[in-house]
Structures are given as structure tokens and as C-alpha cells.
């Protein structure tokens, strides 16, 4: 299954090819980091300051999305789909795709072990439960949308995944998990560790071919 092609050529230039709609997306992901960091701000002072990337899932994701779609500003006028690709950019991208569809994904996960604390029809529900978990859903098409203008490689396919233990290490044994309405317990510890594997397996099948290629 090659997840790349859920969004066409076409698609791709027109939409990251365009100078106009590439901006807004960087103004939309830049905003929706300002408020992701909203969410842990109360909580951050008792995180080390150097240690927030891996405290702040959801913002980090979107900030390694940004600075991805940000790389694809000198090829406009041109395809981006050819856009040049060294091993910096193939590391960046890789992490990019991974941190989107796990933590897009396991925001989902989350949400909906305790409905009972998250979801309903209320105008509290609304933002607390739909429009959160609409909007890290499409995490996973701006993932996809990476997956079609980079490149990753084996090496930083395992880069990733070991970050991702480690991120995974840091949230639960140190209990520096995401603020969530109850505490989290194994169930969610076990399913965030797969959900690492699962990204990283994800980013194998999206970046397609190019992994076959050695650094």
C-alpha cells in the first residue's frame, strides 16, 4: 500500500507549488503550534526546558511539519516534487511524517479511552473533543502531503523510531505524559509504544521506494 497517493501530482503543485496556499499553510501550522503550546504552558515549568520537544507531542509534530513545508519555499516557480533532497532534509522529513501520524493517531486513542471525560454535544465538547480530534486527524494528511515531496532512507527511518522509544521512555516512566483528564495507565503506555512502530512502518509505505536508497 502506498499511502503517497492518496494525494495526486496535481494536488501536490497545487497546493505546495503555490506560493499564496504554501504561506497560509505555514501561518495555519504556526498558529496551531501557539496553540498546542497553549495546552502544556501551565505544565512546562516543571518539564527541563531543554527537554519540552519531547514533552510537547502535538506542537513538536507541528513544528517539524512547518520547517518541513518551509523547505519547499526556494523551489516555487518550479515543481516541488523535485525539489532537491540532501540527508538533512530526509532526516527532517522522516521525523516530520512520524511525529504527525503518531501523535495525530494517539490523540484519537487518547480521547476515546475515557469518552465519558471527553466526549458529547456541548459547546465545551465541541472544542474539547471534535475540534481536537478533527484537527490531529489531518496530522496524518499532512504527513502523506510530506511523504510526497521528501525522501527518508533506512537510517533515518530507525533515527526516528528511536527517537520516538525515547519520547516514549520520557512520557511514561518519568511520567512526563501529555496533561490529560485522568491518568494514564498501561493500556495507553503500550499503545503509544506501538503507536511508534506503527509511524515508523507508516513513513516505510508513504516515502515508497526511497528507502531502498543508502546514505
Known amino acids: 500500500m502506498d499511502l503517497s497517493r492518496l494525494l ?31 495546552f502544556y504552558v501551565e505544565t ?40 532537491p533532497i540532501n540527508r538533512p532534509l530526509t532526516y527532517l522529513h522522516t521525523l516530520s511524517f512520524v511525529w504527525l501520524v503518531k501523535y495525530g493517531l494517539w490523540t484519537f486513542v487518547a480521547l476515546n479511552l475515557h469518552p465519558e471525560l471527553y466526549f458529547g454535544f456541548d459547546q465545551q465538547a465541541l472544542y474539547d473533543y471534535w475540534f481536537i480530534v478533527g484537527t ?33 521512555v520520557f512520557d511514561y516512566w518519568f511520567g512526563f505524559h501529555p496533561p490529560l483528564r485522568y491518568t494514564p495507565g498501561l493500556l495507553l503506555a503500550v499503545v503509544t509504544v506501538g503507536l511508534s512502530f506503527v509511524a515508523v512502518a507508516c513513513a516505510g509505505f508513504a516515502f515508497g521506494p526511497t528507502v531502498a536508497r543508502t546514505e
Do not use: C, Q
Not at 507549488?17 to 498558529?31: D, E, K, M, Y
Not at 533506512?154 to 522509544?165: H, P, Q, S
Open 136 to 168: 490531529h486527524l489531518l496530522f496524518v494528511l499532512e504527513a502523506v502531503a510530506i511523504a510526497r515531496v521528501g525522501r527518508t532512507t533506512r537510517g533515518a527511518l530507525g533515527f526516528a523510531l528511536a527517537l520516538l522509544l525515547v519520547n516514549d
Open 44 to 83: 512546562m515549568p516543571s518539564v527541563p526546558t531543554f527537554l519540552w520537544p519531547l514533552y510537547g507531542d502535538s506542537p513538536t509534530a507541528l513544528a517539524l511539519a512547518t520547517l518541513s513545508f518551509a523547505t519547499l519555499l526556494p523551489a516555487l516557480g518550479g515543481r516541488v516534487l523535485d525539489s
Open 8 to 38: 495526486s501530482d496535481d494536488v501536490i503543485e497545487e497546493y505546495l507549488g503555490s506560493g499564496p496556499t504554501l504561506v497560509w499553510l505555514l501561518v495555519v501550522n504556526a498558529t496551531a503550534f501557539l496553540v498546542g503550546i497553549r
